[in-house]
Protein backbone atom coordinates (compact mmCIF):
# COMPACT_ATOMS: atom_id res chain seq x y z
CA UNK A 1 0.00 0.00 0.00
CA UNK A 2 1.41 3.40 -1.11
CA UNK A 3 0.47 6.16 1.29
CA UNK A 4 0.78 9.73 0.45
CA UNK A 5 0.27 12.49 3.05
CA UNK A 6 0.29 16.28 3.38
CA UNK A 7 2.25 17.16 6.40
CA UNK A 8 2.99 20.38 8.63
CA UNK A 9 7.10 20.62 8.27
CA UNK A 10 6.75 22.56 11.26
CA UNK A 11 4.97 19.99 13.54
CA UNK A 12 7.39 17.20 12.44
CA UNK A 13 10.40 18.91 13.63
CA UNK A 14 8.86 19.86 17.11
CA UNK A 15 7.78 16.13 16.94
CA UNK A 16 11.48 15.54 16.25
CA UNK A 17 13.14 18.27 19.02
CA UNK A 18 10.41 16.46 21.62
CA UNK A 19 8.49 19.85 21.91
CA UNK A 20 5.75 19.21 19.80
CA UNK A 21 2.79 16.40 20.80
CA UNK A 22 1.93 14.28 18.39
CA UNK A 23 0.71 14.97 14.85
CA UNK A 24 -1.16 14.07 12.19
CA UNK A 25 -1.72 14.56 8.36
CA UNK A 26 -3.50 17.16 6.98
CA UNK A 27 -4.69 15.20 4.01
CA UNK A 28 -3.91 11.51 3.08
CA UNK A 29 -4.48 9.38 0.77
CA UNK A 30 -3.66 5.22 0.72
CA UNK A 31 -3.67 3.55 -2.46
CA UNK A 32 -2.98 -0.34 -3.45
CA UNK A 33 0.52 -0.77 -5.83
CA UNK A 34 1.73 -3.44 -8.07
CA UNK A 35 5.50 -4.36 -7.74
CA UNK A 36 6.94 -5.15 -11.37
CA UNK A 37 10.72 -6.25 -11.46
CA UNK A 38 10.32 -4.88 -14.73
CA UNK A 39 10.18 -0.82 -15.95
CA UNK A 40 7.92 0.69 -19.27
CA UNK A 41 8.75 4.21 -19.98
CA UNK A 42 5.04 5.82 -19.53
CA UNK A 43 6.70 9.22 -21.20
CA UNK A 44 7.57 7.54 -24.40
CA UNK A 45 5.57 5.80 -26.85
CA UNK A 46 7.33 2.54 -25.90
CA UNK A 47 5.30 -0.82 -25.74
CA UNK A 48 7.50 -3.39 -23.99
CA UNK A 49 9.24 -3.73 -20.86
CA UNK A 50 12.91 -3.63 -19.42
CA UNK A 51 14.14 -5.55 -16.90
CA UNK A 52 15.23 -3.32 -14.10
CA UNK A 53 15.99 -6.17 -11.21
CA UNK A 54 17.39 -5.29 -8.36
CA UNK A 55 15.35 -1.96 -8.52
CA UNK A 56 11.82 -2.54 -8.33
CA UNK A 57 8.35 0.07 -9.84
CA UNK A 58 5.34 0.38 -8.39
CA UNK A 59 2.56 0.74 -10.52
CA UNK A 60 -0.69 3.08 -9.01
CA UNK A 61 -3.67 2.48 -10.71
CA UNK A 62 -5.50 5.97 -11.84
CA UNK A 63 -2.33 7.85 -10.39
CA UNK A 64 -3.62 11.28 -11.40
CA UNK A 65 -6.97 11.49 -9.95
CA UNK A 66 -6.04 9.47 -6.93
CA UNK A 67 -3.59 12.33 -5.90
CA UNK A 68 -4.90 15.15 -7.21
CA UNK A 69 -6.28 16.37 -3.75
CA UNK A 70 -2.59 16.53 -2.80
CA UNK A 71 -0.99 19.31 -3.98
CA UNK A 72 1.15 21.93 -1.94
CA UNK A 73 0.01 25.16 -1.50
CA UNK A 74 1.72 26.27 2.00
CA UNK A 75 5.71 26.57 2.18
CA UNK A 76 5.62 24.81 5.22
CA UNK A 77 3.55 21.83 3.92
CA UNK A 78 5.84 18.75 2.56
CA UNK A 79 4.74 15.21 1.40
CA UNK A 80 5.42 12.08 3.23
CA UNK A 81 5.35 8.87 1.34
CA UNK A 82 4.86 5.57 3.04
CA UNK A 83 5.31 2.14 1.01
CA UNK A 84 4.35 -0.69 2.98
CA UNK A 85 3.86 -4.23 2.38
CA UNK A 86 2.47 -7.06 4.18
CA UNK A 87 1.53 -10.83 2.98
CA UNK A 88 2.73 -12.89 0.60
CA UNK A 89 5.80 -15.23 0.57
CA UNK A 90 8.04 -12.35 1.81
CA UNK A 91 5.83 -11.40 4.73
CA UNK A 92 3.90 -14.52 5.86
CA UNK A 93 0.89 -13.24 8.17
CA UNK A 94 1.60 -16.40 10.75
CA UNK A 95 5.01 -16.31 11.56
CA UNK A 96 5.06 -20.27 12.24
CA UNK A 97 4.68 -20.84 8.65
CA UNK A 98 7.37 -21.05 6.30
CA UNK A 99 7.79 -18.32 3.71
CA UNK A 100 6.50 -21.01 1.08
CA UNK A 101 3.62 -22.24 3.43
CA UNK A 102 -0.07 -23.10 2.33
CA UNK A 103 -2.44 -20.57 3.11
CA UNK A 104 -3.30 -16.94 2.32
CA UNK A 105 -3.91 -14.68 4.99
CA UNK A 106 -4.93 -15.00 8.38
CA UNK A 107 -8.43 -15.98 9.50
CA UNK A 108 -9.43 -12.79 10.98
CA UNK A 109 -9.32 -9.59 8.80
CA UNK A 110 -7.20 -7.21 8.69
CA UNK A 111 -7.54 -4.84 11.82
Known amino acids: VLTVAICSRSAIEAKKQGTGSAWSPLVKVAKPVFSSPTRIAVDSKEEFSRPSYPTIFFAV ?51
Request: hydrophobic share 25%; glycine share 16%; net charge negative.
Open 61 to 111: EDYDQAFQSLVLTDPDHCLCVLLSARGGPAFPQDPTKSPQGEGGPAEGGEG
